[in-house]
Nanobody
Framework: HVQLVESGGGSVQAGGSLTLSCVAS??????????MAWFRQVPGKEREGVAAIGSDGRPVYAEFPRGRFTASQDNAKDTLYLQMNSLKPEDTAMYYC????????????????????????WGQGTQVTVS
Protein backbone atom coordinates (compact mmCIF):
# COMPACT_ATOMS: atom_id res chain seq x y z
CA HIS A 1 0.00 0.00 0.00
CA VAL A 2 0.93 3.65 -0.26
CA GLN A 3 0.48 6.20 2.47
CA LEU A 4 0.44 9.89 1.62
CA VAL A 5 0.62 12.71 4.13
CA GLU A 6 0.09 16.29 2.99
CA SER A 7 1.02 19.48 4.77
CA GLY A 8 1.41 23.16 4.06
CA GLY A 9 -2.13 24.30 3.47
CA GLY A 10 -3.56 27.39 5.06
CA SER A 11 -5.02 30.80 4.40
CA VAL A 12 -3.30 33.39 2.30
CA GLN A 13 -4.19 36.69 0.68
CA ALA A 14 -4.56 36.95 -3.06
CA GLY A 15 -1.18 37.25 -4.69
CA GLY A 16 0.51 35.36 -1.92
CA SER A 17 2.29 32.04 -1.92
CA LEU A 18 2.07 28.66 -0.27
CA THR A 19 4.10 25.50 -0.61
CA LEU A 20 2.43 22.14 -0.14
CA SER A 21 4.31 18.98 0.71
CA CYS A 22 3.38 15.34 0.41
CA VAL A 23 5.41 12.52 1.89
CA ALA A 24 4.85 9.08 0.45
CA SER A 25 5.62 5.74 1.99
CA UNK A 26 4.80 2.22 0.96
CA UNK A 27 5.46 -0.12 -1.89
CA UNK A 28 6.20 2.61 -4.42
CA UNK A 29 8.44 4.68 -2.18
CA UNK A 30 12.01 5.00 -3.36
CA UNK A 31 11.46 3.03 -6.56
CA UNK A 32 10.65 5.84 -8.96
CA UNK A 33 8.18 3.61 -10.76
CA UNK A 34 5.09 5.57 -9.94
CA UNK A 35 3.43 8.87 -10.64
CA MET A 36 2.66 11.41 -7.96
CA ALA A 37 0.22 14.21 -8.45
CA TRP A 38 -1.72 17.04 -6.90
CA PHE A 39 -5.46 17.33 -7.32
CA ARG A 40 -7.84 19.90 -5.97
CA GLN A 41 -11.55 19.92 -5.32
CA VAL A 42 -14.17 22.51 -4.55
CA PRO A 43 -17.41 21.30 -2.94
CA GLY A 44 -19.95 20.43 -5.60
CA LYS A 45 -17.37 20.07 -8.34
CA GLU A 46 -15.29 17.21 -9.64
CA ARG A 47 -11.80 16.71 -8.39
CA GLU A 48 -9.33 18.04 -10.96
CA GLY A 49 -5.69 17.48 -11.62
CA VAL A 50 -3.25 20.28 -10.85
CA ALA A 51 0.18 18.84 -11.51
CA ALA A 52 1.77 15.44 -11.86
CA ILE A 53 5.28 14.07 -11.92
CA GLY A 54 5.94 10.79 -13.65
CA SER A 55 8.46 8.13 -12.80
CA ASP A 56 11.00 9.95 -14.96
CA GLY A 57 10.70 13.07 -12.83
CA ARG A 58 9.01 15.11 -15.53
CA PRO A 59 6.34 17.53 -14.28
CA VAL A 60 3.12 18.11 -16.18
CA TYR A 61 0.65 20.86 -15.34
CA ALA A 62 -2.96 21.60 -15.96
CA GLU A 63 -3.47 24.82 -17.84
CA PHE A 64 -4.77 26.94 -14.99
CA PRO A 65 -1.70 26.74 -12.73
CA ARG A 66 0.87 26.92 -15.51
CA GLY A 67 3.38 29.65 -14.82
CA ARG A 68 2.20 30.09 -11.24
CA PHE A 69 2.65 26.67 -9.65
CA THR A 70 5.77 24.55 -9.64
CA ALA A 71 5.77 20.86 -8.82
CA SER A 72 8.95 19.16 -7.75
CA GLN A 73 9.95 15.91 -6.17
CA ASP A 74 12.55 14.80 -3.70
CA ASN A 75 13.04 11.25 -4.88
CA ALA A 76 15.32 10.27 -2.03
CA LYS A 77 12.71 11.25 0.54
CA ASP A 78 9.71 10.45 -1.64
CA THR A 79 8.36 13.93 -1.09
CA LEU A 80 6.25 15.84 -3.57
CA TYR A 81 6.05 19.62 -3.42
CA LEU A 82 3.76 22.17 -4.95
CA GLN A 83 5.00 25.73 -4.80
CA MET A 84 2.04 28.00 -5.44
CA ASN A 85 2.69 31.62 -6.32
CA SER A 86 0.35 34.44 -7.34
CA LEU A 87 -2.54 32.69 -5.68
CA LYS A 88 -6.05 33.69 -6.68
CA PRO A 89 -9.35 33.30 -4.83
CA GLU A 90 -10.38 30.70 -7.39
CA ASP A 91 -7.47 28.57 -6.21
CA THR A 92 -9.35 28.00 -2.97
CA ALA A 93 -9.89 24.26 -2.67
CA MET A 94 -8.97 21.14 -0.84
CA TYR A 95 -5.70 19.95 -2.31
CA TYR A 96 -5.02 16.22 -2.38
CA CYS A 97 -1.82 14.37 -2.95
CA UNK A 98 -2.17 11.27 -5.09
CA UNK A 99 -0.04 8.36 -6.19
CA UNK A 100 -0.59 5.96 -9.05
CA UNK A 101 1.30 3.27 -10.86
CA UNK A 102 3.75 4.09 -13.60
CA UNK A 103 1.38 5.89 -15.95
CA UNK A 104 2.02 8.98 -18.07
CA UNK A 105 1.57 12.15 -16.01
CA UNK A 106 -0.22 13.71 -18.98
CA UNK A 107 -2.98 11.16 -18.52
CA UNK A 108 -3.27 11.94 -14.83
CA UNK A 109 -3.93 15.58 -15.65
CA UNK A 110 -5.95 15.29 -18.84
CA UNK A 111 -8.21 12.28 -18.40
CA UNK A 112 -11.49 13.18 -16.71
CA UNK A 113 -12.15 11.18 -13.58
CA UNK A 114 -8.91 9.34 -14.11
CA UNK A 115 -9.41 7.53 -10.81
CA UNK A 116 -12.18 5.56 -12.46
CA UNK A 117 -9.71 3.93 -14.82
CA UNK A 118 -6.63 3.48 -12.66
CA UNK A 119 -5.97 2.85 -9.02
CA UNK A 120 -5.22 6.04 -7.12
CA UNK A 121 -3.97 6.37 -3.59
CA TRP A 122 -5.09 9.55 -1.87
CA GLY A 123 -3.83 11.63 0.98
CA GLN A 124 -6.17 13.21 3.47
CA GLY A 125 -6.11 16.59 1.77
CA THR A 126 -4.96 20.00 2.91
CA GLN A 127 -7.13 23.09 2.65
CA VAL A 128 -5.94 26.15 0.76
CA THR A 129 -7.98 29.30 1.18
CA VAL A 130 -7.20 32.45 -0.78
CA SER A 131 -9.00 35.67 0.06
Amino acid sequence: HVQLVESGGGSVQAGGSLTLSCVASGIYAGRGAYCMAWFRQVPGKEREGVAAIGSDGRPVYAEFPRGRFTASQDNAKDTLYLQMNSLKPEDTAMYYCAATGDVPPEDIIAVPKVWETIDVYWGQGTQVTVS
